[in-house]
């Protein structure tokens, strides 16, 4: 027996800006165009033959006929959506993908994950490394660690750590650096790109430290934080680095941090659908990793 369904396009393009008032805000969370939103409704309104929405006074006001479909549909697409989870899981082999930034994850979680894997051998990971935003719906990842505020609408968001910074040396150049005057003189290798507000540069923290420079500051710049801390490794200089992405450096003696931290606004968070936070692999890497980058809790 056939089914006489509408182009469910459609009807998602329906239920979403029914529940978010406006074909604007629709777009975004099916990343589309409004453009593209407001032809599915079209499209909707010509198979049926009635209007869905009154566009009134620049506002979206959905009709009568329309309103007494939204919970059906809200409840059936909730459904549609456990079995895409269920169906995306069902598969024993299939990895799990986690997407996590390209710095973090060589400096942190590399040096980490035999503890990882040795602890939950059953379990393979697949690492996407990456600063891109991930579209859940769309892409093949089950769960992200980002960097950031932890503002991520409609997704599970756990925070994992507070970051801080630090001002690292080699070991060789520390006995010239005792006091944060002691920088106006010394190379300092600064991250220019950092995307990051809350994240100093050396001119605000040297004046945050009571330091007023009589000379220019020698800074060398690089576009890329693994480039800074390298560089510092090197001996070529004084760095201002994420506590997080240097913490095995610091317990080998490679480098050595001076004048205490510096607690950051910022954290990494641990970001998953919802729907995704029972699968066992999801429950396995989140658990570790909470407990693992931050062991004092």
């Known amino acids: 027996m056939s089914r006489h369904l509408l182009p469910l396009r459609a009807l998602q393009a329906l239920e979403v800006a029914a529940r978010l008032g406006s074909f604007a805000r629709a777009a975004e969370e099916l990343h589309v165009t409004p453009a593209a939103v407001s032809q599915q409704i079209k499209q909707l309104e010509g198979l049926l033959g009635y209007p869905l929405f009154i566009r009134e ?171 800074v801390i390298e560089a510092a490794l090197s001996g070529l200089g004084v760095a201002m680095v994420w506590q997080s992405l240097v913490e095995a450096d610091l317990t080998a003696g490679r480098l050595v941090s001076l004048y205490g931290k510096q607690p950051l606004a910022n954290a990494y968070h641990f970001v998953c659908p919802p729907q995704r936070l029972a699968l066992p692999g999801v429950v396995a890497f989140r658990d570790w990793l909470r407990a693992e980058i931050n062991p004092a809790k």
């Open 57 to 227: 006074g620049g506002g979206l006001q959905i009709t009568p006929a329309a309103q007494t479909a939204l919970h059906p549909l809200g409840t059936a697409f909730d459904q549609l959506e456990r079995i895409s989870v269920q169906l995306r899981s069902a598969q024993t082999n299939r990895p799990l993908v986690v997407s996590l930034p390209p710095i973090f994850a060589a400096r942190w979680l590399i040096p980490h994950l035999e503890r990882f894997q040795a602890a939950h051998p059953e379990v393979e990971l697949r690492l996407l490394a990456s600063m891109r935003a991930v579209n859940f719906d769309t892409e093949d990842v089950d769960m992200a660690v980002r960097y950031g505020h932890g503002r991520y609408p409609g997704l599970h968001v756990q925070r994992l750590r507070e970051e801080t910074m630090l001002v690292v040396a080699h070991p060789r150049l520390s006995g010239d650096l005792r006091t944060p005057a002691d920088l106006r003189h010394a190379t300092l290798l600064h991250y220019a790109t950092a995307n990051d507000p809350v994240f100093p540069d050396w001119p605000t923290w040297l004046r945050n430290a009571g330091v007023t420079a009589d000379t220019p500051l020698r800074i060398r710049e690089f576009g890329d934080i693994n480039l």
